[in-house]
Structures are given as C-alpha cells and as structure tokens.
C-alpha cells in the first residue's frame, strides 16, 4: 500500500495511436486529429504545415506563472512542430539547468523535461538509460530544499502512457 506517493492504476495513452499524437496531446488536450507520427498537420486535414493548437505554456504565461521546458538534446524534437511549444523558446533550457535549480529550490512553478531520444523503451534502445534518467530526475527533486512542496509527476514514454494494459 503507497502512503506516501500515488499511482495510476489502469492508466492509457490519450490517443491510441504513435508517439508524436501523444506528445501533441499530453501538452495541449489535443492531437488536431494526427493519429500517427504525421509531423506535418496538412497531413492530417490542417491548413497549415504547423500544428495550430494551445499549450499548457500559453495558459501559464498568461495566468503568471513560471515554467520551463528542459531539454536534454538540442530542442528539435516533434515538440517544437507546435507553435504553442516552439514559440516558448525563451523558457527552453539545458537540462543541466533542471539539476541545479532542483538543488538551489529555484525550480519554476512548472517543469517538463523532454528526454533525448535514446531515453526510451523502444526496441534497439538501451532501457536502463531511461530508467537511468528516471531517477536522476527523481533524486534531484527529492535531493532539493523544494522537495515537500512539489508535485513530481512521471509521464513515461511518449508523455502518453502505456501502462496496465487491457486484454
């Protein structure tokens, strides 16, 4: 029984498709109808090459509050395809950075960390780097002054979840 930490239980993807639906989803309640890994949204009916939705960090700046997308790779991914993403550049930091304000408690109100790619479970990866990645992230949050007062929440691969599947 968890008494100090939750779980999910019977927790799917958003949209039972690819990665990149996922990733559009997990940040901004969409996927503009992409159900596979179509980076180009007039691919999938849009007007536009780019995908055209809001992100959580346009809520956040509006409303105030600090974030930071940290990336461990040259921010490049599917991600930056989302103008709600990309034109946030200014709040895109080194993932270095996350480890050192985790331990100077400088960690803005919201943080998300996008991976490099090798940090997965997909076939011809090595999954303890992911793994590996879990808990520096853990440790660091934990390790920090701001430890008791945030809310560390791991989306694991594809920011979408595959986890208890149902037969």
């Known amino acids: 029984i968890l008494q100090n930490f939750g779980t999910f ?6 949209v039972p498709s690819a990665s990149y639906p996922n990733h559009q989803f997990t940040q901004s309640a969409t996927s503009c109808g992409a159900m596979d890994n179509t980076v180009d949204y007039s691919k999938c009916g849009g007007n536009t090459s780019t995908f055209p939705q809001r992100t959580i960090y346009d ?4 409303n105030n509050n600090s974030f930071a997308i940290y990336y461990n790779e040259t921010p490049t991914s599917a991600d930056m395809l989302m103008p709600g993403v990309a034109r946030h550049t200014d709040h895109s930091l080194s993932d270095t950075l996350f480890y050192e304000s985790a331990a100077n408690g ?3 109100q919201f943080s998300w960390i996008i991976p490099g790619s090798k940090f997965n479970d997909h076939p011809c990866h090595d999954l303890a780097l992911g793994e590996r990645l879990l808990k520096d992230v853990y440790e660091a949050v934990r390790a920090g002054p701001g430890w008791n007062s945030t809310l560390l929440f791991m989306a694991y691969d594809d920011a979408g979840f595959y986890y208890d599947h149902v037969i």
């Open 59 to 62: 809520a956040l700046l509006e």
């Open 9 to 14: 239980n019977y927790l799917y993807t958003a």
């Open 106 to 108: 400088t960690l803005p």
